[in-house]
């Protein structure tokens, strides 16, 4: 099962998906990240209903799960892999206080999370909130229940395997 959001071609780089030049980028258009095409708002709309479906809690966290993770390397680059939850949260017994804006100050909880490390040899233990956000990765099952929750969107169409082979 695939899922495909409405796009047209980018008005920027007219579908090539290259611009002006430049040192560091070359000629990939910004427009379009060098795809050529673009979301239409209507697939824009449909990709973040389907994305907020896809996006759970650490408390909703299960083992076994498919997720992605991104962090920052100690060179300061940021990264992002895919991996599998390998226990679940529980609480940690430290906490961190922080001030959100002009608010009073918070106290919350850390709640580990384990996952594989990228090349899957040593698991990680990530200190996160209960609140904290995560992107599954959707096995058939998951896609199905997104896609059912968000009903019939303008924007995007549902390809079966089956149709495609």
């Known amino acids: 099962m695939k899922v495909v959001y409405e796009t047209r ?14 040192p560091s980028d070359g000629d990939r258009c910004f427009g ?22 896809l996006t759970v809690t650490t408390a909703d966290l299960k083992v076994g799960q498919r997720i992605r993770t991104t962090g920052i390397t100690i060179g300061g680059q940021p990264f992002r892999y ?19 804006g002009d608010g009073p100050w918070v ?22 909130f209960l609140e904290s956000k995560w992107r599954i990765l959707p096995n058939r099952d998951e896609l199905v229940a997104a896609v059912a929750a968000v009903g019939k969107l303008k924007g995007m169409t549902v390809e079966d395997d089956e149709e495609r082979s």
């Not at 071609?9 to 430049?22: A, F, H, Q, V």
């Not at 379009?32 to 479906?53: F, S």
């Not at 895919?82 to 017994?93: E, Y």
């Not at 106290?107 to 996160?128: A, C, M, N």
């Open 9 to 22: 071609t980018c008005g920027r780089c007219g579908g090539s998906g290259k611009y002006s030049w430049n």
């Open 32 to 53: 379009c990240l060098g795809k050529g095409t673009r979301l239409t708002a209507r697939g824009r709309r449909a990709h973040a209903a389907i994305e907020a479906q």
């Open 82 to 100: 895919n991996t599998r939850i390998t226990a679940l949260p529980g609480p940690t017994g430290s906490t961190c206080r922080y001030k959100n």
């Open 107 to 128: 106290e919350k909880e850390y709640h580990t999370v384990e996952y594989l490390e990228l090349g899957g040899k040593s698991t990680v233990k990530d200190h996160t």
